[in-house]
């Protein structure tokens, strides 16, 4: 095919995916944002893809687009992800919490799948996934994300987002489950280092790090490009290793922040700001809008029994326990009405893109079709319109509500 062909091509899905990006925000205003823009994007992605008015398709460069939008939005939610609050006590309760959902996924995928080890991972993981990068903008949006719900459910969306990759990593490869578990390691090492290097240097040769934090607000932009030359490194570095690219760009997001908050605190919420804005404002519509466009709805509409039944399997196992643990246990949440801790159980169980990257595996190897895959990531589509607007619903303090209805 002519290059000039290819190019033209690709200019008018993108043309097409920008105005759908566009457009969504508008919807989400003209909705009092009840329908928060991450669900239109999605829907307008089903209504430009091939399933429907075949506007846009997903070509190569698209595509490749949508993987650096899948890497904007874990990096972003590595960052936002403070490590001393995993580490506390809240911490390791909800990394058990994810540990029981997973076991009582894995469960009813196997009495699902008659038995099969693998389909019931699928469902086990991508039921028991917390959608942090979807619910960031969410709870910033709505001004929770400072309150004891916000950082509860931060908690619970760093480990519903990490434990499920390197879950993937462990059960959905071909390789041995010791040697799966050693190129994890290999990984965790070499991540390390790719981002202590710079950091060690920066602070050995302090003029250096003088002249890049001031050229920081230039036109050489040198802190963000280091930012995104950390997150392309390891997200290579997993594509390599064949691991999900996912978990290289959160690892470069919560070491990022963690090299950031030792040596230089001040650039965090700079640095934030501008990734937020390469990554919302591009990127990571892309992602959500290419998401949508691989949805057969008149497909899934075929198999409703599934796509309910998905959706129930995701309260059982993912929102049920988490809200069982904060009713009957000490969790150290800080959260202290009821109603707080069921909208926390909707925030776990609101999940979307480890569902994508979850279905994706196992349709490209065989283990489910398209169809199912689409039924799956629709499900995770309903948990971000429903859930997120049934939890900021609950947590609602009483008073504001009564004032915002006079």
């Not at 400072?146 to 519903?160: F, K, Q, R, S, V």
């Not at 776990?348 to 480890?354: E, N, Q, S």
Request: a neutral charge.
């Amino acid at each position: 095919m002519h290059e000039s062909t290819i190019l033209i091509e690709n200019l008018q899905s993108m043309w097409w995916i920008a105005a759908a990006a566009v457009l969504a925000p508008i919807l989400a205003l003209a909705t009092r944002r009840t329908i928060p823009d991450v669900v239109w994007l999605l829907v307008l992605g089903m209504v430009i893809g091939p399933h429907a008015l075949a506007l846009a398709e997903s070509t190569q460069a698209v595509a490749f687009l949508r993987e650096l939008g899948l890497g904007f939005l874990f990096l972003l939610a590595g960052f936002e992800v403070n490590t001393s609050d995993m580490r506390s006590r809240a911490g390791r309760s909800a990394a058990l919490t994810w540990l029981l959902c997973v076991s009582l996924g894995v469960g009813a995928g196997l009495l699902i799948a008659g038995g099969d080890w693998q389909i019931a991972a699928v469902l086990g993981i991508a039921a028991t996934s917390t959608a942090l990068g979807t619910l960031l903008p969410i709870l910033k949006d709505s001004g929770a994300l400072e309150a004891p719900l916000g950082t509860a459910t931060m908690i619970h969306g760093a480990y519903g987002e990490l434990l499920p990759v390197i879950a993937m990593s462990l059960l959905l490869t071909t390789r041995a489950t010791l040697q799966a578990a050693a190129v994890l390691v290999l990984f965790a090492v070499l991540a390390v280092v790719i981002v202590a290097v710079p950091a060690r240097l920066f602070r050995k040769v302090p003029l250096l790090g003088r002249a890049f934090a001031a050229a920081s607000d230039s036109t050489m932009q040198t802190i963000v490009r280091i930012t995104v030359w950390v997150m392309i490194s390891l997200m290579l570095l997993t594509a390599v290793l064949e691991l999900d690219v996912a978990l290289g760009a959160f690892a470069a997001g919560l070491l990022l922040h963690t090299a950031l908050r030792g040596g230089a605190p001040q650039h965090v919420g700079e640095i934030m700001h501008k990734v937020e804005v390469m990554g919302f404002g591009l990127l990571i519509p892309v992602f959500f809008l290419t998401s949508g466009m691989s949805i057969d709805v008149l497909a899934v509409l075929g198999v409703w029994p599934l796509l309910l039944g998905f959706v129930g399997m995701i309260v059982v196992v993912r929102g049920l326990p988490v809200l069982a643990r904060e009713l009957w246990s000490s969790s150290g949440s800080g959260l202290e009405t009821p109603r707080e801790k069921v909208a926390l159980g909707l925030y776990a169980a609101t999940g979307l893109p480890i569902i994508v990257a979850v279905t994706q595996i196992a349709s490209s190897s065989g283990l489910i079709s398209v169809t199912v895959a689409s039924a799956m990531v629709t499900g995770g589509a309903i948990t971000v319109l429903v859930f997120p607007l049934l939890a900021s619903r609950l947590s609602r303090r009483p008073e504001a509500a009564g004032g915002a209805q006079s």
